[in-house]
């Protein structure tokens, strides 16, 4: 069981440059996340998607774009990377809650370290 | 934005020792989470707290939520090199869009020989 594969793990970009952020999870879970990490700042929430064809802005949306056409994978595009952008990139997945409220875990995947010079 | 601050940020203890992080914020969460992080990996959930003044503990990890479920805090006793890591808290608010979680800043624990 592969659990949240993300792909690549490093990637250097320009300036300007565009590039996508691959994720995949094989547990059949609806909701899937992208979070960035930086320095001493814990993660902050980019994109969500609630199931195929369904996604929503998180905290910081400016400078990417997702889609979710499979269940199973969560791109995430960087049109005109900017040196803002450079950042740990996670990708994270979770049961949905159930009726009764709660909170299911999130599992996440390794990471991208995107730097942007 | 809900903001949730952990202190300290930085810890250095030595083995045995015992340590608490807090987990601090204005807004009331429905839950919260609390995840380690090792360097180069993704967090991984060690527990989540629901009621407030719920205490759950996970071998020498005790974690507490508050009456007014708005902190946590995080006990390790007799810590070990083991328990190195970052520790994260996460605030879960239930909305639409399923559980968004608002993490903390993290507390990065080192535990020395």
């Known amino acids: 069981n592969a659990g949240v594969t993300q792909t690549p793990k490093f990637r250097i970009l320009k300036i300007g440059q565009s590039m996508t952020l691959q994720c995949t999870q094989d547990?059949?879970?609806?909701?899937m996340y992208w979070y960035r990490q930086d320095p001493g700042m814990g993660l902050k929430l980019i994109y969500y998607?609630?199931?195929?064809?369904?996604?929503d802005k998180g905290e910081v949306p400016n400078g990417y774009n997702v889609s979710r056409s499979t269940t199973e994978d969560f791109p995430l595009r960087l049109e005109l990377a900017a040196p803002s952008q450079t950042s740990v990139y996670f990708c994270?997945?979770?049961?949905?809650?159930?009726?009764?409220?709660?909170?299911?875990?999130?599992?996440f995947g390794p990471g991208t370290r995107l730097t942007v010079t | 934005t809900q903001l949730l601050e952990q202190s300290p940020q930085f810890l250095s203890i030595q083995e045995g020792e015992n340590l608490t992080v807090y987990c601090n914020s204005s807004s009331v969460f429905s839950s919260l989470q609390w995840y380690r992080q090792e360097p180069g990996e993704g967090p991984v959930l060690l527990v989540t707290v629901v009621t407030g003044g719920e205490v759950k503990k996970l071998k020498r990890l005790t974690f507490q939520f508050g009456d007014a479920r708005k902190d946590s805090s995080l006990h390790i006793t007799a810590a070990q090199p083991g328990d190195t890591g970052l520790y994260l808290c996460?605030?879960?608010?239930?909305?639409?869009?399923?559980?968004?979680?608002?993490f903390g800043t993290g507390t990065q624990l080192k535990v020395e020989l």
């Open positions: 998607s609630v199931g195929a064809g369904i996604t």
């Open positions: 547990m059949n879970h609806n909701y």
């Open positions: 994270a997945s979770s049961y949905s809650p159930g009726l009764a409220g709660g909170t299911y875990e999130q599992y």
């Open positions: 996460a605030g879960a608010i239930r909305t639409g869009g399923g559980n968004k979680l608002t």
